[in-house]
Antibody
């Protein structure tokens, strides 16, 4: 059974940093691109970042480029999101999602809440 | 950047058909995927590559895509279909993944 479990969310002050993790199991992690998608309270889904299976290709939404860094450790079946210079508008539930054929997301984690507030 | 526009809400009586549109410039040339999200839960893929259904998704869910509009159709709507629905594409010009604005489906 495919499982994606996020962790690392919490309350952080504006300008602060946070590192999210996503532990994957039930599939060959190193064969799939992975993504982070977020959802602000009461708002829609927003794609944040994507990383290819071997980390060769990395993409960011304009809203986080230069502040967030996506990475993965295939030996540990883990995906990460380093978030720096956090802003109030980064407050959201952050989901990790498995990507299929560079196109759609077939499995999602349950999400971890990041709150940026003083 | 590529923009996908959905109606904020759609209301439908039980047993009837709900149609949710997703508008984008020449979206018919892209592959469109649809997700269902119920309150407090993660999104669930219901349609991929315009009209394919993942295993476990009822045949009542179908999709189409042509011109500037993609459509998710839910036939014989049930109370359990009440949720937010999002379309999504891959924008090849930027390699960004793009979500639609979302549509709340209310079952009357």
């Amino acid at each position: 059974e495919v499982q994606l479990v996020e962790s690392g969310g919490g309350l952080v002050k504006p300008g602060g940093s946070l590192r999210l993790s996503c532990a994957a199991s039930g599939f060959t992690f190193s064969s799939y691109s992975m993504n982070w998608v977020r959802q602000a309270p009461g708002k829609g889904l927003e794609w944040v970042s994507s990383i290819s299976s071997s980390s060769s290709y990395i993409y960011y939404a304009d809203s986080v480029k230069g502040r967030f860094t996506i990475s993965r450790d295939n030996a540990k079946n883990s995906l990460y999101l380093q978030m720096n210079s956090l802003r109030a508008e980064d407050t959201a539930v952050y989901y990790c999602a498995r990507e299929v054929q560079g196109s759609f997301f077939d499995y999602w984690g349950q999400g971890t809440l990041v709150t940026v507030s003083s | 950047s590529y923009v996908l526009t959905q109606p904020p809400s759609v209301s439908v009586a039980p047993g009837k058909t709900a149609r949710i549109t997703c508008g984008g410039n020449n979206i018919g040339s892209k592959s469109v995927h649809w997700y269902q999200q119920k309150p407090g839960q993660a999104p669930v893929l219901v349609i991929y590559y315009d009209s394919d259904r993942p295993s476990g998704i009822p045949e009542r869910f179908s999709g189409s895509n042509s011109g500037n509009t993609a459509t998710l159709t839910i036939s014989r709507v049930e109370a359990g279909d009440e949720a937010d629905y999002y379309c999504q594409v891959w924008d090849s010009s930027s390699d960004h993944r793009v979500f639609g604005t979302g549509t709340k489906v209310t079952v009357l």
